[in-house]
């Protein structure tokens, strides 16, 4: 095979497996809006939940809820 018709066939590929990736989501994954303050989350983890403060203050409510050990 060669090089250049490797290189679409992968990107062939990743394609397809983001077109299903995106097909797929499930509903629990975010939408670009943090759940908990309905403010627009950072675009580097557009994925997410929530933004990065309020993600901060998940994890510090379920260490809390965990026992409040950091481990
Ligand atoms: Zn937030």
């Known amino acids: 095979m060669r090089a250049e ?3 679409s066939d992968m990107e062939l590929r990743e394609r397809d497996a983001l077109l299903a990736r995106r097909r797929n ?3 629990q994954l975010g939408n670009g809006v943090c759940r908990e303050c309905l403010e627009p989350v950072e675009v580097q983890r557009a994925d ?4 990065i403060s309020c ?3 998940h994890e510090h409510r379920q260490r809390i809820k965990n026992g409040g ?3």
């Open 69 to 71: 050990r950091n481990v």
């Open 48 to 51: 997410a939940l929530r933004c």
């Open 55 to 57: 993600q901060r203050d």
């Open 25 to 27: 989501q499930p509903t």
């Open 5 to 7: 018709d490797w290189a």
